[in-house]
């Protein structure tokens, strides 16, 4: 069985995105510059926000966090994506959802300027990568496919079951792997709540890739030898063993589906530490376009 | 087996459309407008076009076709079209596919101003369809989604197996299918000219989206008993014994697969006339906004 080690894949990368940004410096441009917009206190949000700074800190770029109070209008959030939209140093920036409910997340998203939206959630990006044009892919399914990519996992051909149809991982996941790229041309499934006899269909699956949100959901009776499990779940369950409190269960009941398996991302230091390179992949490109 | 009369369900839709122009009229606002942009003179598209405009006067629409010599420049087309998003009497428009070589598709279909892209082919427009949000969609996936709709075809936790990937048809079926609407909910294939054992995943779907064409390819072994099958093929195939030398083929081998089915659409007169008809539901709706 083979792991597919997302940490130590993504420590490779960011050596990757240094190197890119010295030699942009080099040339006497600026370092890619990543602004993030997070409004209120989610614990999640400050974490996952927290975590893309350092990220930032770690490559060279330049980060600017924006912390706002919850209580803010959405007239005050839209004119903050404006100054970023209409700001020439930032060269991509991100609005960590979720957002406070009085706020309309989808008319914040598509404020955002497609040229620095380097999380992918804008329509004009969702729709050309929806066509197989050249766009910024959202984080966590472009850091999906560098896994495929860069553990040489071939995907023409094979069965891909996909289990969410979420806009952030399961939709846009069977899109590129259904797509015409050199990880996709896979015949994809797409699976979800509605779906009868999931088993049945997991089974058949060469390649599975569970985002489902349902700790330990995937057992080994659902997978048939030999495939290729990337487990896509984050859920924090509580674990009075750990400092925290709590620890992250993934979708796949690992123990059991590892013995079963070709290949498999861990939870954590899987797809997590991916998702977060992604992003800055994604910010590289914007301040190298 | 339930003969799916696309033909039939298109005047239908006619009628009711004929109504709400006739209510729109009554209540003093314009009738709604379709402009169609046609360049060169390709015979399918001539034809096309020639259908499209017959049918908005079928419903009392108004209609303008702008058809210019294949030798224009990308830069006069492209100004061609920023004028019809300008101008406030046309409601909805659409530039007829294949452009000559030396035009970039991509970015005449770019410049439509989203609002008034009946066709469904911006890339907005197609991000908000993947990502569940209202929107203009594709005349064809429209088309086959109102089939499904009047018929009363139950999709919901069905296996659907759709083949072919294409941006017009394969692509966003296998999104509306597998989304949150009533025409969805499906467990969705995604099959392709890489898929391996296509048969196989064929006969296990309870519905069959084919829409890869090449005619007469899904044959009774391919289908299990019962299915719904949905043929978009339509392909000329040569036939001396009509009068116009030639007769349209659907990517279903009709009379095998259609004694072993539930419910079929026939070519012609299944997904085609319903195709029309969508764009004009597209050009209403875009009138009623």
Redo the contacts between chains.
Sequence with gaps: MLLLDGKKLADELKLEIKQSVDALVAAGKPAPHLAAILVGNDGGSLTYVGHKVKACEQVGFQSTLLHFDENITEEFLLNEVKKLNENPSIHGFIVQLPLPKHIDA?KVLMSVDPAKDVDGF???????V????PAFVSATPLGITKILERYGIET??KHCVVIG?S?IVG?PM??LM??QSKTG????????S???NLAE?TRQADIIIAALGKPEFLTADMVKDGAVVIDVGTTRVTDPTTKAGWRLKGDVKFDEVSQKCAAITPVPGGVGPMTVVSLLLNTLQAAQE
């Design positions: 989808d804008h329509p004009v990006n969702v729709g050309k929806t066509l197989g044009l023409s051909g149809r806009n939709r069977s899109i259904s797509g041309n896979a015949t994809v499934t797409v699976c979800h509605r779906t009868k269909v």
